[in-house]
């Protein structure tokens, strides 16, 4: 939807692309932020002004952002908000909480690896969706279930990575420590450790997507509030641009918390100078 | 040609001393047995510098390994200062093949990893010594530089900075200018030398490079492949100290160059058809 | 076991399990495990009556149920509407997440002004539209396959991205050398390279797919597997309910197992554990 830049002849491997390869950062950045700018303009055209799509189903930007200042102005987005986000942090909070003691006892202790570890991958590869109902069931209409969803959905990515870490250290990692004379103790804390902290952080952005998911399928599939419950009261209601306006505040939400846990990797573990892409 | 025996005629009990040695390793994926390495006999008197040479594949590591107290012998003996090998201890350092860099510590902090693990922290001093040691492997002005910001020639320079550093009885380095340009190479070995003649230092040093193990060597350690083990052990019998240069055109130098040259190609060939 | 996938964070991989006599013990330990979990719960729900059998049924219960669900001609009729749906979702998802996929990573001009917003869409959790796929597609079969395919899509996208771009610069090179040209080049060195990339994007979008058909049921609609597990929910029938889920964790670890056996069959070559570690 956006390879305007890349139509005419120019598609092959010279040209354009060596042009844009050559780009500085910055360049890149405005490029970029050009092709945005173009796309929310044939957006606008196509839906609002030639009306090509119905604007029921696809809103036009403008129509989006009106549905934003109708949900503020209506003063349902702050509660829902809170509601998710506070649903979201307590979940992820929980998930984090079980799942790394967890991980690092399943990687340092064979037996823990061999019984934790394949319950642990059947319930993984199964999508949270299918908890759904048990959750509503036991943990009623509220939050209970949201959160549940939210912990289960979190929980899997980040033990089975912090697991992972700590089996997959270097094996010369460990030699060098031996022959510098580490303890038992000194070897977990400066050898296994800090050799699981990427594979951590790897573990906790997926959990971030995986939870955001988990959150609005709980919100969707039978919550009164957050906002899966404001996104299906505006889509039932036929007002998709509101739909819209919420939906991108959850894309906002995932993708901040994904920074965030980018950000705190950058400083607990510069060494991988690695980002998110 | 003089090939000596085991033990250098010198009085004294050798500081390393290998009686028989063989190793073996199940290889898991296949559930056989491979022997590394079978009937390794070595004395090394302290204040020795041992060059190893050999094919690849052929133990070299293994050995070291062993040395180290990081693999334990299938069979044989392994005595160090007398008392058998049981586990790495303090004494020893490894200068590693791969580096062995933690990936999370700078420079300086890998340098002083040594000292850490044996809580030599508290004494004044050890940050003038492991500045130095980053000295004189060259990389003064990376101290603050992660190890993947390091091209593979650093990276081993810091990983012979943090053996130095240990100051150990034993330094055991595996092929530790492997991945060194030509120029570096000259100089960390003429380093090399130098430091190890003020110290005294015994030395294990593995190498694929047949001059580097003719330049510095009191006595090289020749191996051979299926199953690794020693082929002969040849003392050099060079004055030091000894430059790339001073060397050269030494008679004897020539000679032992041929000889080892032949002794190699016959192995590599041997291995190859043995494929 | 980890790789590094297109999403940037590191997909888990499931160790490989190699079946050596040492291996059976742990088998064992797990059995037992298993064991001693499900009768300490028979226990405390039949026997010692701690928990309310109706808010949490006994393993008995739910293992009676889950029997009476293989003969109910009903139940075979909703794995049938459910299964057929993510089936023919996820099979327009795989030809046109490959094509696109194949096409951006090969075309640098493509990867940078298109690449960007993929990874956006990837992103974002798109569940969150399928109130709207109901609004405009219906109750039906439609909404769901077009949800299936839209959540599907991205990652089989990205990861066959990923291929590309990884193969598009050593091997094309390589095969350049030895004179593969044209379609040669495509056939024998681009699909075959990015062929684990493009199967383990499908495995990731196999379970979203079911997300979407799951989630598509609950939210509208009479058939299918999730409307089934809604309805034991609402009715507090937790027996029926758990043995629903059983299903599904059935299923989806199924599917699982097929895709990566079909990646070992279809791509021996490739090791999960090769471009594996996070240092
Ligand atoms: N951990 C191990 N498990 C199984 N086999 C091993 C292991 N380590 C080494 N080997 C085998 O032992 C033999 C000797 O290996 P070693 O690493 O000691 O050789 P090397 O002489 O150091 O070679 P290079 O010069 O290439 O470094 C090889 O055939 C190798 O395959
Ligand atoms: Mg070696």
């Keep these: ?277 | 040609m003089t090939t000596t025996s085991i033990e250098r005629n010198e009085a004294g009990a050798p500081l390393i001393s290998v009686r028989d040695l063989s190793v073996s390793y199940d290889v898991a994926r296949t559930g056989k047995r491979l022997t590394a390495i079978e009937g390794v006999d070595l004395d090394v008197h302290e204040g020795e510098f041992i060059t190893v040479l050999g094919p690849s594949g052929c133990g070299k590591t293994t050995f070291m390994n062993v040395v180290a107290g990081l693999v334990k012998p299938t069979t044989g003996t392994v005595l160090v200062g007398g008392s058998p090998v049981t586990g790495p201890g303090p004494d020893r350092a490894v200068v590693f093949q791969d580096y062995a860099l933690l990936p999370w510590r700078t420079v300086f902090d890998n340098v002083k990893f040594g000292l850490e693990m044996q809580k030599e922290l508290k004494g004044a001093g050890w940050r003038e010594r492991v500045q130095e040691a980053i000295e004189l492997v060259g990389l003064a002005g990376f101290e603050q530089s992660y190890p993947r910001e390091l091209s593979g020639g650093m990276q081993q320079r810091v990983g012979l900075a943090r053996a130095v550093v240990a100051e150990p009885r034993i330094l055991l380095m595996d092929e530790p200018l492997g991945a060194v340009d030509a120029l570096t190479r000259e100089v960390m070995r003429d380093e090399i030398e130098k430091l190890m003649a003020a110290t005294g230092k015994t030395v294990l040093f593995i190498t694929h490079s047949i001059e580097e193990a003719i330049l510095l060597g009191d006595r090289i350690v020749v191996f051979k492949s299926h199953p690794g083990a020693i082929k002969e052990i040849i003392e050099t019998g060079l004055e030091r100290p000894r430059s790339e240069r001073s060397i050269q055109h030494d008679p004897r130098f020539l000679e032992l160059r041929d000889h080892l040259w032949d002794a190699l190609q016959g192995e590599a060939t041997a291995a190859a058809v043995s494929k | ?279």
């Design chain 1, 1 to 277: 939807m956006s390879a305007f830049l890349a139509a005419g002849p120019n598609l092959g491997r010279g040209g354009i692309g060596a042009w844009l390869a050559g780009l500085s950062p910055a360049g890149k950045a405005g490029v970029l932020a050009i092709e945005v700018v173009v796309m929310l303009v044939v957006w606008q055209l196509v839906v609002g002004v030639f009306g090509w799509i119905n604007p029921v189903f696809l809103p036009p930007p403008t129509a989006i952002a009106q549905g934003f200042v109708e949900l503020v102005a209506g003063g349902t987005l702050w509660p829902n908000m809170l509601i998710s986000a506070q649903a979201w942090l307590i979940g992820f909070a929980i998930a984090a909480v079980i799942a790394i003691p967890v991980g690092l006892l399943m990687g340092s202790s064979l037996p823990m690896d061999r019984v934790v570890g394949p319950i642990a991958w059947t319930i993984y590869a199964t999508p949270t969706i299918a908890y759904q109902p048990l959750a509503k069931a036991w943990f009623g209409f509220g939050i209970g279930p949201v959160i549940f969803l939210v912990a289960v959905s979190a929980l899997f990515p980040i033990l089975l990575n912090v697991a992972a870490g700590m089996r997959t250290t270097n094996a010369s990692i460990i030699r060098a420590g031996k022959v510098y004379g580490a303890s038992r103790t000194q070897l977990y804390r400066s050898v296994y450790l800090p050799s699981t902290v990427p594979f951590l952080f790897a573990g906790l952005r997926q959990a971030v997507v995986l939870a955001t998911i988990g959150m609005v399928v709980a919100e969707l599939a039978g919550s009164a509030s957050g906002m899966g419950a404001l996104i299906i009261k505006a889509a039932n209601t036929y007002q998709t641009d509101q739909a819209f306006a919420a939906i991108a505040i959850v894309v906002a939400w995932s993708v901040g918390m994904t920074q965030v846990v980018t950000l705190v990797e950058r400083w607990a573990a510069p060494w991988t100078r690695k980002g998110r892409r």
């Design chain 3, 1 to 279: 076991m980890t790789v590094t996938s297109a999403t940037g964070t590191m997909r888990i991989v499931r160790p490989r399990r190699v079946i050596r006599r040492s291996e059976a013990k742990w088998t064992w330990l797990l059995v037992g495990v298993i064991a001693a979990i499900l009768l300490i719960w028979e226990a405390a729900v039949s026997w010692l009556q701690l928990i309310p059998a109706s808010f949490l049924p006994p393993p008995s219960a739910i293992a009676v149920s889950f029997g009476k669900l293989l003969v109910d001609p009903e139940f075979w009729g909703a794995f049938g509407y459910s299964l057929g749906n993510v089936a023919i979702g996820l099979v327009i998802a795989v030809v046109v997440g490959v094509t696109v996929g194949l096409a951006v990573g090969w075309s640098p001009v493509l990867r940078f002004t298109v690449a960007p917003f993929l990874w956006l869409l990837y992103s974002t959790p798109k569940v969150a539209l399928a109130p709207l796929f109901i609004l405009g597609l219906g109750l039906g079969s439609e909404s769901k396959i077009a949800l299936v395919f839209l959540l599907a899509v991205f990652p089989i996208i990205l990861n066959t991205m990923e291929g590309a771009v990884t193969v598009s610069t050593s091997l094309v090179n390589a095969g350049r050398v030895y004179g593969v040209n044209g379609v040669a080049l495509g056939w024998k060195i681009i699909v075959p390279a990015t062929l684990p990339y493009s199967l383990s994007g499908i495995q990731r979008g196999a379970a979203l797919g079911f997300t979407g058909e799951v989630l598509g049921e609950f939210l509208g609609g009479t058939g299918g597997l999730g409307h089934m597990l809604e309805y034991a929910a609402y009715q507090f029938q937790m027996d029926d309910a758990i043995a629903m889920v059983i299903v599904m964790v059935i299923i989806a670890n199924l599917t699982l197992l097929l895709i990566s056996t079909l990646r070992r069959r279809l791509a021996p070559w490739y090791d999960d554990r090769k471009i594996a570690g996070a240092s």
